[in-house]
């Protein structure tokens, strides 16, 4: 009350100023308000049944073509016929083409599936696969690509400077063709020599590429070994994988199924092919000879052969093919015993294996500081016994012959 009328007066102002700044702020937040409520993304559960929606609506109309029901036969080229495709006439068929069929999984196309339908681009063909994915299919892969694939196809699939891609893609079609339709279709099991032979050739120009080389190495075993009879399988020496050939399991499964002794052929081949041997500098150096060595330790040791008694471990054979077709390994079954289970027969092969190894060191020394030279006496003597008169070589045939007619009988 003792304040000056015109203080009185200044402080009204200013009361009313703030009470006018505080109404403006209050209505800028209910703005504010308002525009983020209506920016608000959808409740959760409504947010997840549009994505639902869209999603399924973008699967069917990408697949919508590949949804009817068609088999694998409608769509197969067989061996000796010929399909033309973007104008790429393609003989010795082999090859899917056409629309609607599904992979082994059928969640999408099969990969080696030709369409037809889709562009190509044959005035700029993607030769080097630049624009190629790692594990392709024909419907994913660029105009440009197809291009290039059509034809390597149609010029004899026997290009060694093709990009590999293209290689990967025609086998996946013989995967499919052998692997799923072979057991399930009489017709599909006729093609199966003419996919062997192809598969073979396609090893020896494209055998350069490790991981076709593996695919393709492990596909033939399998195939040749559920196709041979009993006596036509022969022994594998060389390791081509992380675990033991099929041939191998087979083989010796036949063989300790009729309770037959063991081959030192089969022994030797179980020795070299068996994922934890370690094969050592002369083992590798000296084949010639440690092979020839070990099978005379063998039969001394075991006579006709190691006798087996059948395990109760059935043999599964799980193959990964290369095509994403499958969805994962494909699992075969025999009603044989499965030796890959057997470490005890193992254990004795490897004690004849290293033996054969250490008595070869000297003579493999000598071997790899004379590469190319001829074998001398000096360096047959460096031989085990077992050897040493039956190897053949120039200087020590002449010494046996000078003896024998020195000396006579």
Known sequence: RSLPWAMAIGIGNAMEI??????????????ARGRRRTSTPL?????????RTITRISARDAFVKESRSVSADECWVPPGREATVAGHTIHGGMLYVGQGLSSITGLRVEPALIDPSLPVRRSSPDRSGASM????????ISPECRAAYLDWLATGRRDPTAYIGYVFLYFYGLERRALAEAPQSDRAKQDLPAVIGEV?????VYNGNGSFRGYATQF???LKTLAAGADEIKPP???TGYELPVSLRVGIGRIVAVGKPLPSDWALSWFLTHPETSL???????????????????????GDGLLLKPNRSKLKMAITPASASFGGQVELSMDLPDVAALTAPLSKLRQIGESCAADLDAFSRWVGRNVDAPKTIAAVALLPPELATTHDSQEPRGLWDWVEKTIGS
């Open 18 to 31: 703030i009470v006018a700044f505080v109404v403006i702020a209050f209505l800028i937040w209910l703005v």
């Open 43 to 51: 409740p959760s559960n409504a947010n997840r049944a549009s994505t």
């Open 133 to 140: 994915t790692y594990w392709p299919s024909y419907r994913s």
């Open 200 to 204: 073979e050739q396609l090893l020896e």
């Open 220 to 222: 033939l075993d399998v």
């Open 237 to 239: 020496m060389e390791r």
């Open 280 to 302: 050592r500098t002369p083992v590798r150096r000296c084949s010639e000879e440690f092979n020839e060595l070990f099978r005379a330790r063998y039969a001394r040791e075991f």
